[in-house]
């Protein structure tokens, strides 16, 4: 994964008092550009649990090329 997201997530969990919530751009998408960043869910949960915390969910039942991560304290 990107320094960048590590850096803002880890900042933002490190900020919050219940938990944090952010969405992330779906790998398998139809079309992609290379401006934006796409990430496999597996990774993402992976990176949560193993630095901010073991109470995670993704939640990626709608129709949107994106999946959303709950990481709470």
């Given at each position: 994964m990107t320094r960048f997201f590590e850096n803002s997530v880890t900042q933002m969990f490190e900020l919050c008092k219940k938990g944090i919530a952010f969405n992330v751009m779906y790998i398998f998408v139809d079309w992609s550009y290379t401006y934006?960043?796409?990430?496999?869910?597996?990774?993402?949960?992976?990176?949560?649990?193993?630095?901010?915390?073991?109470?995670?969910?993704?939640?990626?039942?709608?129709?949107?090329?994106?999946?959303?991560?709950?990481?709470?304290?």
């Open positions: 934006l960043s796409y990430r496999h869910p597996n990774e993402v949960l992976d990176w949560c649990v193993r630095n901010l915390s073991r109470n995670c969910t993704i939640r990626h039942d709608y129709e949107l090329y994106e999946f959303f991560v709950y990481v709470h304290r």
